[in-house]
């Protein structure tokens, strides 16, 4: 599941602040009860954006938090 939360909003509409993004993982209990799938898939995200911390792209936003 991946949650991108919204911007704080000032008056006169301009968005201001930081965007939270929430990644959460899960695999049935049917399916495996191993962690190992579900370490896989976050190791693979950590991989992903790791190396954009501190880059700023080029929309202007910078991932500053991991």
Do not use: F
Request: charged content about 20%.
């Amino acid at each position: 599941m991946i949650d991108l939360q919204e911007q704080g909003v000032r008056l006169g509409g301009t968005r201001r602040g930081p965007r939270v993004l929430d990644i959460a993982v899960h695999v049935p209990d049917a399916i495996t009860r191993s962690y190992a799938q579900v370490n896989r898939i976050l190791n693979r995200i950590g991989a992903v954006l790791l190396p954009m911390k501190q880059v700023t792209g080029s929309d202007g936003v910078r991932v500053i938090c991991i």
